[in-house]
């Protein structure tokens, strides 16, 4: 068996704890604990009372049952608790394919899964996303999308809303998705982390479930819940595939962090989990300007359509250099961390986290520029 890098996540964990200032993360600054439990005096006691065991390898029932509430109609049999979304997306690859089979993966995208299909043995055929300025989105090819599945389509794999474009597919095209799926007898997997951090509207974004007999969802606290530290992940599916998952996940991490899985539950709890999502958009709209106000000054040189969801901008640039040379160039020489474009197959790109403190934002962007400028 023959894992490919993962150029993206080896790039950010080798350097993004050795730089000055850290925009290749996707996500908000993180939450610590005392500002996830708050004055609550029962909820600390119970933390520290926690016991250091092996929980529940699937993830503990009220923690399930948190989970079960975001997807209506779903059970706790429905649930499968992880360690982060990471792992929630390779067992569910894992489960759902044999060497051979084949795979529509939608692109740009976080490229764990098309790493991971293909050390597996099976194809990865790209479904590219099209920019469409006058839409103000990145959107979905749906005929290219049914030109591209065949009879041996096991899974088409989705990011909604997307890493790193930030856009997001609407109910109709995740409808039109399962459809083309349906009649080639495929699944759809949905990885949908960065659901809950709208930037332009209160409101979450469609998800895929329910939409098909064959969908799964992968999602986590990471992104939209800024608490990536407690990698608490899960997947979502029909109970026949959720036990097999399990099976799976006996040997991986067997089961989640004991901590983890008591603070995730506090997370979701209703009122705290609304309270966390609106943390997180309001990071995400206040940030954004700052970001607006660079792009405004360069204009001439970079290109970008506005993220719906996400604290990340899918940046174009047009200086003829290799975009990892150049962001080399900005780690080395400027102490600033971005994302190649290259790490995603689309060189000529860059993608810049916004979800950090301002000052460091607008400094992290002076250095992006005064790089771009040498070239």
């Known amino acids: 068996m023959h894992i490919p890098p993962f150029d993206m996540e080896r790039w950010q964990s080798t350097w993004e704890h050795l730089v000055d200032i850290n925009l290749s993360e996707s996500g908000v600054e993180p939450q ?85 299909v293909r050390a597996l043995g099976a194809e990865v055929r790209g479904w590219n996303l099209v920019p469409d300025p006058e839409a103000g989105r990145w959107r979905p090819d749906l005929d290219a999308l049914a030109d591209l599945v065949t009879p041996r389509t096991r899974l088409i794999c989705i990011c909604t809303p997307n890493n790193p474009t930030g856009s997001i597919v609407t109910a109709d095209e995740l409808d039109a998705i399962c459809t083309v799926a349906d009649r080639a007898g495929a699944w759809v997997l949905s990885d949908e982390i960065y659901r809950g951090a709208e930037r332009a509207t209160g409101e979450e974004a469609p998800s895929v479930w329910g939409r098909s007999d064959r969908v799964v969802v992968t999602s986590g606290l990471s992104k939209a819940y800024g608490l990536p530290g407690l990698r608490v992940g899960w997947i979502v599916g029909p109970p026949d595939f959720i036990d097999r998952c399990w099976t799976c996940h006996d040997y991986t991490t067997i089961a989640p962090g004991a901590l983890s899985d008591r603070l995730a539950t506090v997370a979701l709890a209703p009122e705290r989990r609304a309270a966390i999502l609106e943390r997180t958009r309001r990071i995400v709209r206040d940030n954004y300007p700052v970001i607006a106000e660079w792009l405004a000054e360069h204009a001439r040189d970079l290109e970008h359509i506005p993220p719906a969801a996400g604290a990340m901008l899918w940046l174009s640039y047009r200086q003829s250099v290799n975009s990892t040379v150049l962001c080399e160039r900005l780690r080395v020489e400027h102490g600033t961390l971005v994302v190649p474009g290259d790490h995603y197959g689309m060189d000529g790109y860059l993608r810049i986290g916004f979800g950090g403190e301002p000052e460091k934002l607008r400094e992290g962007l002076t250095r992006v520029q005064t790089a771009l400028s040498s070239v």
């Open 32 to 116: 610590t604990p005392r500002e996830l439990l708050g004055d609550d005096p029962d909820a600390c006691a119970a933390l520290l009372d926690q016991q250091l065991v092996y929980t529940q390898t699937n993830g503990t029932v009220p923690l399930r049952e948190r989970i079960m509430a975001l997807y209506p109609g779903a059970t706790t049999d429905h649930v499968e608790v992880t360690n982060g979304g990471a792992e929630a997306n390779c067992v569910s690859v894992t489960c759902l394919l044999e060497g051979g089979d084949e795979v529509v993966a939608m692109l740009p995208n976080y490229m764990q899964i098309p790493g991971w």
